[in-house]
């Protein structure tokens, strides 16, 4: 009479997934006044916006929005760089049973057994990372709008800054109006001559 071995072997796939998406803007700032004054605006009006200066690099700006994208402007070279990351662990437990009529065959099995689910886990996290990298693309490309607004807002606040300061050149500014009606901005300057 034969008698059947049965081999239970168990393990656990640990991957840590990581995903990231970038989009960058390139600004062209017309200088209004001298170019080392339009920088110093630039600055100043990034400043006023929430922007933080970055301790790496003086001449880089960041500003996290709502959704996880975090805004880069390098005043440098006048990008403004989009980029979103994310990463999180996926943990899959495996579990096989291996039989047969002898002990070595019933581990042979289970071995196999095992290999195969193992990798089977490691598709299903490269998987979920393909999907996350989806979600990120997904998230940045819904987030196009209220990055343009935000940069455009700092410019506008520039551009009116530079404006006032070419004006007051020119000749004495009797009156400065500004407004905003939604998305418009309106500024009027009188200069007596």
Do not use: C
């Amino acid at each position: 009479m034969s008698r059947a071995y049965w081999v239970k072997l168990a393990s656990s796939v640990s991957t840590t997934i990581k995903a990231n998406d970038k989009a960058q803007h390139k600004i062209e700032l017309d200088a209004v006044v001298p170019p080392a004054e339009m920088q110093e605006l630039l600055e100043g009006a990034l400043g006023a916006s929430g922007w933080e200066r970055s301790a790496e690099n003086p001449r880089e700006f960041k500003k996290n929005l709502q959704d996880g994208v975090q805004l880069t402007w390098n005043t440098d070279d006048n990008a403004v760089e989009a980029t979103v990351e994310a990463s999180r662990q996926v943990v899959r437990d495996v579990e096989v049973q291996g039989r047969a009529y002898s002990q070595d065959a019933a581990e042979v099995d289970a071995q196999r057994q095992l290999v195969q689910r193992e990798k089977a886990a490691r598709e299903e996290a490269r998987i979920e990372e393909e999907r996350l990298q989806r979600q990120l693309t997904e998230r940045l490309e819904a987030n196009e709008n209220d990055r343009v607004r935000e940069i455009n807002e700092v410019l506008q606040q520039t551009y009116a800054e530079a404006i006032k300061r070419k004006a007051q050149r020119l000749g004495t500014v009797t009156s400065v109006h500004e407004s905003k009606q939604g998305g418009d901005y309106s500024l009027t300057i009188v200069i007596a001559e």
